[in-house]
Antibody, heavy 125, light 110 residues
Framework: EVQLVESGGGLGQPGRSLRLSCAVS????????ISWFRQAPGKGLEWVGF??????????QYAASVKDRFSISRDDSKSIAYLQMNSLKTEDTAVYYC????????????????WGQGTLVTVSS | QSVVTQPPSASDTPGQTVTISCSGS????????VYWFQQFPGTAPKLLIY???QRPSGVPARLTGSKSGTSASLAISGLRSEDEADYYC???????????FGGGTKVTVL
């Protein structure tokens, strides 16, 4: 069974940092891209970014709203992906989800299929 | 406002058919696959439809996705109380180089 479990959420202060983790089981982690999404309270879904699997270069790509502040990395030996969130803003308050897949593919054919349960990040002073 | 547009709500009585529309543009739905997700309050999104009209294992056949031009739709036939949820459409946007989502449609079974 494919499982993704996010952790590391909580209260963060504006301008400070938080790191979220996404622990994955039930798949050969190193073979898959991992994406991050978020959902502000009472709002819709927003793409944050993705990291490709190492066989496909391991590069990450980000939404404009978080580029230069957030970074995604992965530790294939631990089957964990990370979302490093720096220079936090109040508008980053959201539930953050990781998902399997969802990197760019021609025609948008590579989609996020399995999602974690999410972890809440609240940015407030 | 979202790059992709959905009606905020839809409703009908049990057994009827609800259709949710999703309107995009030439940089997203017009050239890329459309996906649909179902979300219950406090839970993670669940993939319902992939690549316009394909259902993952376990998703009932009464849910059907379609796409035409820069629009897509999700039809839920034989509406049941357990279908009450939020539904989101999504597509990759080549101009934004990222995933774009509709604002979500809340389905109510009357």
């Amino acid at each position: 069974e494919v499982q993704l479990v996010e952790s590391g959420g909580g209260l963060g202060q504006p301008g400070r940092s938080l790191r979220l983790s996404c622990a994955v089981s039930g798949i050969t982690f190193g073979s898959y891209d991992i994406s991050w999404f978020r959902q502000a309270p009472g709002k819709g879904l927003e793409w944050v970014g993705f990291i490709r699997s190492r066989p496909y270069g391991g590069a990450a790509q980000y939404a404009a709203s978080v580029k230069d502040r957030f970074s995604i990395s992965r530790d294939d030996s631990k089957s964990i992906a990370y979302l490093q969130m720096n220079s936090l803003k109040t508008e980053d308050t959201a539930v953050y989800y990781c998902a399997r897949g969802g990197s760019y593919c021609r025609g948008g054919a590579c989609y996020p299929d399995y999602w974690g349960q999410g972890t809440l990040v609240t940015v407030s002073s | 406002q979202s790059v992709v547009t959905q009606p905020p709500s839809a409703s009908d009585t049990p057994g009827q058919t609800v259709t949710i529309s999703c309107s995009g543009s030439s940089s997203n739905i017009g050239i890329n696959y459309v996906y649909w997700f179902q979300q219950f309050p406090g839970t993670a999104p669940k993939l319902l439809i992939y690549r316009n009209n394909q259902r993952p294992s376990g998703v009932p056949a009464r849910l059907t996705g379609s796409k035409s031009g820069t629009s897509a739709s999700l039809a839920i036939s034989g509406l049941r109380s357990e279908d009450e949820a939020d539904y989101y459409c999504a597509a990759w946007d080549d101009s934004l180089s990222g995933w774009v989502f509709g604002g979500g449609t809340k389905v109510t079974v009357l």
